[in-house]
T-cell receptor, first 114, second 110 residues
């Protein structure tokens, strides 16, 4: 069966520091991978999605970036965090191969920027 | 890109009553419409979904309806229970691009 791992679970970082959140999926190949952000009490904002290595779509221009160094690994990064980057970050995956498919979320990473 | 609107933002019902949450979408090409339930501090979990070639789908106390012409879809929960209390998200997807509504906080009062 497929599983998705996301870490760290919680993170407290000062303004201006870098960020790296990692997500890996097991038990499948060529998945679609996603990063969403959820601000406190708010909805799910799509940040990036990837249908393959070196194929990453950015939905929101900001100081975040995403990379997919391996087929089942998705990394969210920032060089300098802002206060507004605080939130609950969720990685998700869906089966690849085209068409709309069920999205499964990781457990999330709660980021607090001070 | 796709834009999904969800209403109401909060909903309070008495245990045993029904709850209805409504969503509209902007891209008529969207073809997959899932609903997720998120309990406090946890990840969203899929509860039901519907594809564009189907008008209605039911799973025990939960049902979803889709009106492609009007570009809206709804979640219906019957005989609500306190454990149904959570935030519910609708979403619309075209191929790999899935967009979510802002969420509805449902409270079921015992």
């Amino acid at each position: 069966s497929q599983t998705i791992h996301q870490w760290p679970a919680t993170l407290v970082q000062p303004v201006g520091s870098p960020l790296s959140l990692e997500c890996t999926v097991e038990g499948t190949s060529n998945p679609n991978l996603y990063w969403y952000r959820q601000a406190a009490g708010r909805g799910l904002q799509l940040l990036f999605y990837s249908i393959g290595i070196d194929q990453i779509s950015s939905e929101v221009p900001q100081n975040l970036s995403a990379s997919r160094p391996q087929d089942r690994q998705f990394i969210l990064s920032s060089k300098k965090l802002l206060l507004s980057d605080s939130g609950f970050y969720l990685c998700a995956w869906s089966p690849g191969g085209g068409g709309a498919n069920v999205l499964t979320f990781g457990a999330g990473s709660r980021l607090t920027v001070l | 890109g796709e834009n999904v609107e969800q209403h109401p933002s909060t909903l309070s019902v008495q245990e045993g009553d029904s709850a209805v949450i409504k969503c509209t979408y902007s891209d008529s090409a969207s073809n997959y419409f899932p609903w997720y339930k998120q309990e406090l501090g946890k990840r969203p979990q899929l509860i039901i979904d519907i594809r564009s070639n189907v008008g209605e789908k039911k799973d025990q106390r939960i049902a979803v309806t889709l009106n492609k012409t009007a570009k809206h879809f709804s979640l219906h929960i019957t005989e609500t229970q306190p454990e149904d209390s959570a935030v519910y998200f609708c979403a619309a997807s075209l191929n790999n691009d899935m967009r979510f509504g802002a969420g509805t906080r449902l409270t079921v009062k015992p």
